[in-house]
């Protein structure tokens, strides 16, 4: 009568908790002395996690990658019959701020699945709003770029993630300063003359007015009179503007790079008396 025994036979299972992913079961065939496991590519999902690995008992150190071969193992270790279990390694995703001056937007985003390659993160609609300086967009402490507020969509892939040593990606509003004008009132005289910044304040600002003080100089045998002005090294105005008119009026979008303003004080002669003797 025919003896038989029973050849060894393993089932390697791929566990996510307590779900099963997938499970496989090898038979040691007759005078073949190891075998080899295929890890299935398949990646698990986690919502708020990136999938990093496998872990299994046969090397608790190691992490195996999905679609990876462990070859070698041998038929000597399991007689008869034997489990491997791999067991789903997961990091959590890591926390989002945006953060505006002394402003912060805090949140974290959370992916449902995790199947997909990349972590999406969307920006605010709205671009925070600064007194004279213009919103640029936003700099990723991680990438060092720069994106734009509701419109660009920055994208970490799994091993990027796997390797990120920050639970919070931190994304800080940028800057441009708004241009300005000086204002310089030349009372013809290098002692007299003052400047004064004007600033625009924020990009829907369209224009802006300059003050004409009335001057406090005094020069023997003069009045004064008013103010003409010029831009840059252009000509002067070929009216006289007094304090009592309305300040004239200029457009941001003549100084999309700065400029100057020069007001010259105007001075009339007085009459002079003559006393002769006859």
């Known amino acids: 009568e025919a003896q038989w025994i029973k050849l060894a036979e393993v089932t390697v299972n791929f566990m996510n908790g307590t779900e099963m992913v997938n499970d496989l079961t090898i038979r040691k065939a007759t005078g073949i002395d ?138 800080t509003a940028q800057w441009e300063e708004l241009p300005s004008v000086t204002v310089v009132y030349d009372r013809q005289d290098d002692s007299k003359n003052t400047t004064v910044p004007v600033q625009k304040k924020s990009e829907t600002e369209e224009t802006f007015s300059i003050s004409l003080p009335a001057d406090e100089s005094v020069y023997e045998g003069y009045e004064f009179i008013g103010w003409k002005y010029k831009i840059n090294d252009g000509e002067y105005s070929q009216g006289i503007y007094t304090v009592n008119d309305e300040a004239p009026a200029f457009k941001w979008a003549d100084f999309a790079n700065g400029g100057t303003i020069t007001c010259e004080a105007q001075w009339i002669k007085l009459a002079e008396v003559i006393n002769k003797k006859f």
């Open 34 to 171: 190891s075998f080899q496991i295929y890890i299935p590519e398949v990646i698990p999902g986690k919502e708020g996690y990136v999938f990093t690995g496998w872990k299994s008992s046969l090397d608790e150190e190691k992490l195996y990658e999905s679609g990876s071969e462990i070859t070698g193992l041998l038929w000597s270790d399991y007689k008869e019959v034997g489990t491997i279990t791999f067991e789903a390694q997961w990091k959590e995703l890591p926390g989002i701020r945006f953060v505006c001056d002394k402003e912060n937007w805090e949140g974290t985003i959370r992916q449902p699945d995790l199947s997909v390659s990349e972590f999406i993160v969307e920006f605010p609609s709205d671009s925070p709003v600064k007194d004279y300086n213009k919103f640029t967009g936003w700099m990723c402490d991680i990438k060092e770029d720069i994106y734009e507020a509701g419109i660009s969509t920055v994208f970490f892939s799994r091993e990027e993630l796997k390797e990120l040593g920050s639970d919070v990606i931190t994304f």
